[in-house]
């Protein structure tokens, strides 16, 4: 069906856009430069007749080019595994790692957090590129910056008599793949009724969130190929940063409606709930994507088992993304806020299950209570980022006039705020790598007190979403 449509759209771009006696454009027609210049996914019979079809198209092909953007963006947690340098308790070298490298823990980590970090603040001016360029134009070109890290990174590696600022800067740059995720939610969310918007977020932010799961167990293999060593991780996402672009260029479309100037983004910043969510989003995505930088670190050099980082260590992200749809549909069935609710208890949970396998040196216990929270974390994605479109749905009936430019306008707010609120909930993959750091270099290499610090962040949120999202009486309940 997707190709098929895709042949009627292709026809279509040759012509201008029909205009029927009312004066209006027939929704869904795709016009030059792939413009559609009227989309109502909330008629349900353009919706099942022709709406579904185009969104499904596009859909696919973000969720192939953000794919490839998270996969790029986590590609250090595991090189880095392989250039940490084994040290003695006086801190005197023992042996140096891939390529000559020897970075402490200490250096893995903070390289970590501001690879996170940057993509984490890349996040926003993505958000405001959508309505600037289309999100089909948008997706071409943030693929294609995408070639600069993987370049970077195969030039590095081989390197290591490069200083740790250069390594840093050339790492940082591999933040433009976290971007993507703020420009591609932005952009879907158009694209599908209210009704289905919690599934259809959650499929797109999965097929994301996956290339973190990916890359951590591709890149492990590639770098044996043909005696290129760690080089190998980058190159061989350079070709496939370059495909997505192309796909993205044939197959995806633009949305006049989210062409627009970006006030309506900056408008819903004046929503006090557009914080609030952000806060919780540190909770549930922060955890998610700092989990997954650090996770393969902390099994290296807390147990001491990089062959078990190297091999098994991708598991967490991959149950954290293939849950995140699912955490979703829930939240569609049974609200958001309730599932929201549930998974910050339940990760508080599983953080005293780490703490226990830390204190007991359980390496199993501790490794089932991080896939435990990978898999609550995803949920919790899927759950928040339904919340979002409800929240400004509830807003726009309670503060909106009523009119079509109304509608449209809180339907652009709720958008800006997905790409916000996902910048801000990603600075959490910024801090759990430095919190790791301060906790080892504090309390005697032990990270006891900073899992026991999540924990109580934990229980914090889910305060908070009761208060302002379940208790009865408050003004978004149930959303």
Partial sequence: MAVQDHEVSVAAASTEPAVPESGLVEPGVVGPGRWIERWTPEDSAFWEAKG????????????????????????????????????????????????????????GLTLLAVTSGVGAFLRIPYTFAVPIFGGRNWTVISALLLVIPTLGLAWVVGRPDTSFGVLLAIA????????????????????????????????????????????????????????????????????????????????????????????????????????????LYVG?????????????????????????????????ALLGSLARPYGGKLADRFGGSRITIAAFILMAGAGLMAVQGVRQENLGLFFASFLALFLITGLGNGSTYRMIPSIFTRLRDTEGDGTEASDLDYKRQSAGAVGIISAIGAFGGFAIPFVYKWSREMFDGSIVPALQLYVGVFLVMALLTWVFYVRKGSRMAGV
């Fill in 172 to 279: 940082a740059t591999a933040g433009f793949g976290g971007g993507n995720f703020a420009s591609s939610m932005a952009n879907i969310t158009f694209f599908y009724p209210d009704k289905e918007k919690g599934w259809a977020l959650g499929l797109n932010a999965a097929g994301g969130n996956i290339g973190v799961a990916v890359a951590q167990k591709l890149v492990p293999v590639v770098i044996g190929i043909g005696g290129i060593g760690l080089a190998m991780a980058g190159l061989v996402y350079l070709p496939l940063a370059v495909v997505a672009a192309v796909l993205a260029f044939l197959f995806m479309d633009n949305l006049r409606e989210a062409k627009a100037d970006p006030k309506p983004t900056a408008r819903s910043l004046r929503h006090g709930h557009t914080w609030m969510m952000a806060f």
């Fill in 52 to 107: 579904k079809a185009i969104a499904f198209r596009n859909l696919i092909f973000s969720i192939v080019a953000e794919h490839i953007g998270f996969s790029i963006w986590m590609l250090w947690s595991i090189v880095v595994v392989r250039m940490y340098g084994t040290y003695d308790d006086a801190g005197v070298l023992v042996s140096a790692g891939a390529n000559g490298w020897a970075l402490t823990a200490e250096e």
């Fill in 284 to 316: 549930t995505f922060g955890s998610f994507i700092g989990y997954s930088a650090a996770f393969p670190t902390l099994l290296t050099v807390v147990y001491d088992r990089p062959d078990i980082a190297l091999t098994w260590g991708f598991l967490g």
